[in-house]
């Protein structure tokens, strides 16, 4: 079974996942652009059973676009996010891809709010398109 590590920059909040991921996504929404300070956030779902989390973290909650809730867990340290929770899936938990630091993780299935892409993102070819 495959096992990854998710941290923190100062590695305090630390995730650690059994089990490959549900899904991997990326988001073009102003909000996760916001979080991330990059161009889109890119995110992995995992069954919430196959997760662990370690240290502290300050939760930050989020009107997203569509006007659900998510729940950030973020280091009160470094300020960095680890992993989060959606409204209404609470039996999965989020985390962003680059908390892994592992080039080869696996690419993204799907891409959210496209019509907020910048034009100069390139995506792989058989991505799912959503709105």
């Known amino acids: 079974m495959t096992h990854r590590t998710a941290s ?11 089990g490959d991921p549900i899904r991997v996504s990326v ?57 989060y929770v959606l409204e209404g899936h609470d039996d999965m938990i989020a985390i962003p891809v680059g908390a892994f630091a592992d080039p080869a993780f696996p690419p993204p299935v799907r891409s959210v709010y496209e019509e907020r892409m910048h034009a100069w993102v390139g995506l792989p070819a058989d991505i799912e398109h959503m709105e």
Do not use: I, M, W
Not at 8 to 18: D, M
């Open 8 to 18: 923190c920059s100062c590695g305090q909040l630390v995730a650690t996942v059994s």
């Open 27 to 83: 988001c073009h929404c102003l909000a996760c652009q916001r979080r991330t300070g990059s161009v889109f956030g890119a995110q992995a779902r995992f069954d919430r059973r196959n997760v662990t989390t370690e240290g502290k973290s300050t939760a930050y909650v989020r009107v997203g676009d569509s006007g659900g809730t998510a729940t950030f867990h973020f280091c009160p340290t470094c300020g960095a996010t680890v992993y």
